[in-house]
């Protein structure tokens, strides 16, 4: 007998970018009606579904460092998403929300006033951090997620990010490797076709980073980010 706990298990396994209702049902050999007994809707099924992904992210606490945890939450995101192909497309699109999404959101913010932001510099720098992330996996559009579903603990996944945080690894783990290379195909789709039209003196550097690591260009965007925040500290 399927429950709500089986249900959201059913969903994270079809994925976010391969979501539907009749997907689950067929998945669990359930009725329409049952499912719904549990979910009224598709959203708030992948809602849900986001919150137990979130959950089983391994998360920095703060300590001393802010920079140090601002950076291991960043790679904590990065692991989310590449996990979980299609959920940057759910949070952009603002079609969920719940607990564990606001909950991690909210633990960073009040961190960042303890390291003596402000409240507004507090709220805009975990919502620039978290857009940062998101915006990496954009590029990987709903079929991208053909290319494999998730696999392993998303939690544990991963290897030694820069600095030594804890980060994505090589991107060769299962699902979250598929849609790390998916965005990277995607990029090269998008700008190679038009990398002449650039300036010279923009063209090598733009090439590496189509052609690159995603994960090593995010690592770039992501220092830039934080050598401004350092500005705004009290």
């Not at 992210?57 to 995101?77: S, V």
């Not at 006033?113 to 992330?133: K, P, R, T």
């Not at 979250?176 to 990029?187: F, H, L, S, V, Y």
């Amino acid at each position: 007998m399927a429950d709500r706990e089986a249900i959201i298990a059913a969903a994270l396994g079809i994925g976010f970018a391969r979501l539907t209702m009749p997907a689950v049902a067929e998945r669990l050999g359930i009725s329409h009606s049952t499912l719904y007994r549990y979910f009224p809707s598709r959203d708030a099924l992948a809602a849900a579904a986001a919150d137990r992904a979130v959950d089983a992210i391994e998360w920095p606490e703060p300590d001393d460092d802010w920079r140090a945890f601002l950076t291991a939450t960043a790679w904590a995101h990065w692991r989310l998403f590449a996990a979980h192909p299609g959920l940057a497309q759910e949070v952009t699109a603002l079609r969920l929300t719940g607990p564990g999404l606001v909950g991690r959101e909210n633990r960073t913010g009040v961190a960042l006033l303890g390291y003596g932001f402000s409240a507004e510099d507090s709220v805009l720098i975990m919502d620039m951090l978290a857009e940062l992330v998101t915006q990496a996996f954009l590029a990987v559009l709903p079929q991208g997620s053909d290319d494999g579903e998730p696999g392993g603990d998303p939690g544990s996944s991963g290897g030694s990010g820069p600095g030594g945080e804890s980060g994505p690894g090589d991107g060769s783990d299962g699902g979250a490797g598929a849609a790390i290379e998916a965005a990277r195909r995607r990029r090269r789709e998008l700008i190679g076709p038009w990398m002449h039209t650039f300036d010279p003196r923009l063209r090598g550097v733009l090439a590496d980073a189509v052609a690159g690591s995603p994960a090593a260009w995010f690592e770039r965007k992501l220092g830039l980010f934080l050598d401004g925040v350092a500005g705004r500290r009290r």
